[in-house]
């Protein structure tokens, strides 16, 4: 599979790096990809408040105006995260897009939060894997017809990278769908339980009950997160009881779901390569020089692209076996790491 880079060297204003992204479009005949009309949902980080590293708006907008001219309708889109940050529901998600310029003025499109105002919007996705036998999809973006990826290449604490396919399974997944990624959940009530019956009410095995606080039936329960991602006090909490690998299998997995009979097409920003994801709400040294734009239409092409463009001497930093992500999604049949670079 072809893997395009374009480089950040530039001498003149034919070749600068919005000019060389557009033709990365080209390259990957998005125009084919695209019917006039469809939905173009555009996967992408929009950072936490406080990070600066995440990727620039300024090449959003490039895709964003090539989409147009295919006749498409593109919008930026992520899911809420798990966690209780600024970007844990739609209001606050969207006030922090908009505090790091993702805003229809600068983008030229709307931003949507694909799984909705509390993080439960999704579709359920048949899968039939070793994890999962059905995945829980964002449903702005289960619902799209076309999904592009717009990936920062990064590190990451419990994945080693943070790239193409953290960005489309991971990034995908609803709140509850995040939280079956991470741990094998069998989560429990803490103090701060004020016993509202809203995951009793919201449980699809009715495994719950209300006491003092929510107690939990584990011969009942399936793991789903629903309490976790529905509790208003954050009082559901649960340990993970897995391995970096179980982990990076089963965001292989959401991958897998997300792109299933679904047109795509995936680039990857190997600029401010730093230590820790953008989630973070800071943004460490870079590890490594700023190398290009890379794209492919085949997800794990550009990911082991980008791994080895990036080096190995310069992901020290982990001790994780990000390396997964390429073994296992081949072996599930989301792509391939046998790549073509061609240099544009």
Not at 61 to 78: A, Q, S
Not at 172 to 178: E, I, L, P, S
Not at 269 to 289: E, G, N, Q, R, Y
Not at 301 to 312: P, T, Y
Request: charged residues 25%; contains cysteine; proline residues 3%.
């Amino acid at each position: 599979m072809n893997v395009y880079l374009a480089r950040f060297r530039a001498s003149s204003e034919k070749e600068n790096m919005l000019n060389k992204l557009s033709k990365l479009c080209d390259l990957l005949k998005l125009e084919e990809k695209v019917d006039k009309g469809d939905m173009v949902a555009l996967k992408i980080h929009f950072g936490e408040l406080g990070n600066t590293s995440f990727l620039r708006p300024v090449y959003v907008r490039t895709v964003v105006d090539k989409i147009k001219e295919y006749g498409g309708k593109p919008f930026l889109t992520d899911s809420n995260t798990l966690y209780h940050g600024m970007r844990s529901n739609a209001v606050d998600h969207l006030n922090c897009a908009m505090r790091n310029g993702f805003v229809p003025e600068v983008v030229g499109c709307p931003v949507i939060i694909a799984d909705g105002l509390k993080g439960n919007d999704k579709k359920e996705i048949e899968v039939d894997l070793n994890h999962f036998k059905k995945i829980r999809i964002a449903a702005a973006i289960a619902e799209s017809d076309v999904l592009i990826g717009l990936s920062h290449f990064k590190g990451h604490v419990m994945t080693g990278i943070g790239g193409t396919l953290k960005n489309i399974g991971m990034g995908c997944g609803d709140r509850a769908g995040k939280q079956q990624m991470h741990a094998n959940i069998k989560p429990s009530a803490n103090k701060s339980c004020i016993a509202c019956g809203i995951c009793a009410a919201n449980c699809p095995v009715s495994a719950i009950t209300i006491e003092n606080r929510a107690v939990i039936d584990y011969s009942l329960c399936i793991g789903c997160g629903e309490c976790i991602a529905l509790c208003p006090q954050n009082a559901m909490r649960t340990r993970s009881n897995q391995t970096n690998e179980d982990l990076i299998e089963k965001i292989d997995e959401y991958a897998y779901g997300v792109l299933k009979d679904k047109k795509s097409a995936f680039f990857s920003f190997l600029m401010d390569i730093t230590p820790h994801c953008d989630c973070a709400p800071w943004s460490d040294h870079s590890v490594v020089k700023d190398i290009g734009i890379a794209a492919s239409n085949d997800p794990i092409a550009l990911e082991k692209a980008s791994i080895d463009l990036v080096g190995e001497e310069n992901l020290r930093f982990t001790s994780i076996n990000y390396n997964v992500f390429i073994t296992y999604a081949e072996k599930i049949g989301l792509g391939s790491g046998k790549y073509r670079l061609i240099e544009c």
